[in-house]
């Protein structure tokens, strides 16, 4: 055999290999996006000291949802919705799945963040969005396009509670739980105030995750993904744009929060989101190293939510 004929089949063969794990990549994060594995609940707020009741509701749109009302047994100064990101649950990021061990997450614990609220006298409504936990399935991901459904059918279900002010409702949401609020207050969800903790404009996260945790292989992957995406939601990535939601967020108050290291979302992006925000406030500037920095923090912090609370719905 000649050495060239060698080198082609070396060649090949280099070539073969790469190609498998780039479909590999393109499989397990395309399977993140549509469908993603399911976070087993961990705990229960009885583990953090708490009474709590199981509930389930429905969406707007149908969905049966599945999560913990946290009540307060007298004097209560509101309620707080706690919305969840992607692909966590209502206690938050364990961070031991496939896509947390690949691309470096870190522990989120947002049964903490219940409890301080909790401690200052706000009931908490904390539950699993679409697709998670142990809420039902219904369609792919869409970081908060549809969750807002799920939004919507948590403050139908506490408007129906007579232990609950439907005028001193408030929510705090991490990154698709935080563009599930702005989508949701874009159809004017009856909250009066928000705390946004590193939402995300998706194509800018979607190219910034790749290119920190692919590299080189970041873009052909992304072309990849997002191209199969289509195919199964309908819609591109760059179609999924919270900053649009939150020009349209009304009258209620939004505080941004954003991590300063977040090397998957951007200042500037959660900057310009609280700009068009009619009642737009931040982003508060957390110190971090990377992305789950910031949502600890706040977890670390509760007094930066509680004080907004208290100033807007007290």
Request: net charge negative.
């Amino acid at each position: 055999m000649s050495l060239f004929r060698r080198a082609i089949r070396l060649f090949l063969l280099v070539a073969g290999v790469a190609a498998a794990g780039v479909g590999v990549i393109v499989a397990v994060i395309l399977r993140q996006l549509v469908r993603p594995p399911r976070q087993a609940l961990w705990a229960t707020p009885e583990d953090a000291g708490l009474s709590y009741e199981d509930v389930e509701f429905p969406a707007r749109d149908g969905v049966r949802l599945s999560g913990w009302f946290i009540p307060c047994e007298t004097g209560a100064k509101g309620t707080i919705l706690i919305v969840h990101g992607w692909p966590w649950n209502r206690l938050g990021e364990g961070a031991g799945h496939i896509i947390g061990n690949f691309s470096g997450n870190k522990p989120v614990d947002l049964l903490r963040f219940a409890h301080a609220l909790r401690q200052a006298n706000y009931q908490v409504l904390s539950f699993d969005l679409r697709n998670h936990g142990q809420s039902a399935a219904h369609g792919p991901v869409t970081f908060g396009l549809h969750e807002a459904e799920d939004v919507l059918g948590a403050l139908d279900y506490l408007a129906g509670r007579d232990d609950v002010q439907p005028d001193s409702i408030g929510a705090v949401g991490f990154s698709m739980g935080a563009n599930s609020l702005l989508y949701a207050l874009a159809r004017n969800a009856s909250l009066g105030a928000v705390v946004a903790v590193q939402p995300i404009s998706t194509k800018l996260y979607a190219a910034r995750y790749a290119a920190d945790v692919l590299g080189p292989l970041g873009r052909p992957v992304l072309l990849l993904v997002d191209a199969l995406y289509a195919q199964a939601s309908g819609m591109r990535l760059e179609a999924i744009e919270p900053l649009f939601a939150a020009a349209a967020a009304g009258d209620t108050p939004v505080l941004y929060v954003q991590g300063e290291g977040d090397r998957w979302g951007s200042v500037s992006n959660v900057s310009q989101m609280a700009s068009v925000t009619p009642r737009g406030e931040g982003p508060v500037l957390a110190p971090s190293e990377e992305r789950f920095g910031g949502f600890q923090y706040v977890v670390n912090h509760p007094e930066i939510a509680l004080a907004y609370f208290d100033k807007h719905l007290a």
